[in-house]
């Protein structure tokens, strides 16, 4: 859905959406669309200042950071943000802008696609070391099984070549 930032009418648009997974790739590693993504709110445009609001629920798979495990993750989002058109906006404006604490983003076209809103607002809601579950023990350093699974013995059995060196010094 393309939004036009020229238009100023000042009541708000509703939105219901579904974008097919294969819509809205993220381009990113740390996860993927695995489903549709919903999405409702409003555009509301004003003067010169277009703000979207939106609520997006986004079914992902992620992978674990630790173990790598293939983990579904239900992505609840809001977020409201505001577009510009490059075009009119004034430095005064930027400034009032600034301080308002709203999420600005200067437009160089005159239109924007929702999707792509929708598309960069989940990644910026990603977590940069995605984890299965919070207390995932990830994977065994040396034999590389899953901790989560496996009981390895790795650990017991690991010794340093350095400390045996010197345990031998001092017999
Ligand atoms: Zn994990
Ligand atoms: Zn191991």
Do not use: H
Not at 52 to 80: G, H, M, N, W, Y
Not at 114 to 141: F, V
Request: proline share 4%; with cysteine; net charge negative.
């Amino acid at each position: 859905m393309k939004i036009d930032l020229k238009r100023t009418d000042s009541a708000p648009a509703a939105f219901d959406l579904q974008i097919d997974a294969e819509d809205i790739e993220l381009e990113t590693d740390l996860a993927r669309i695995d489903g549709p993504v919903l999405a409702t709110g409003t555009v509301s445009n004003g003067e010169d200042i277009t703000i979207v609001e939106a609520d997006v629920s986004a079914p992902l798979v992620i992978d674990c950071s630790r173990c790598l495990a293939q983990t579904p993750l239900k992505k609840e989002l809001s977020f409201r943000t505001a577009f510009v058109f490059s075009e009119q906006l004034s430095e005064e404006q930027e400034v009032e802008l600034d301080l308002n604490d709203l999420e600005l983003s200067v437009a160089e076209d005159d239109e924007v696609d929702l999707t792509d809103i929708i598309r960069e607002q989940i990644i910026l809601s990603l977590p940069a070391s995605p984890l299965c579950s919070e207390n995932c023990k990830g994977l065994c350093e040396i034999c590389g099984g899953d901790l989560n699974k496996v009981n390895c013995n790795c650990k017991q059995e690991e010794t340093d070549p350095r400390w045996a060196a010197l345990k031998d010094l001092g017999k």
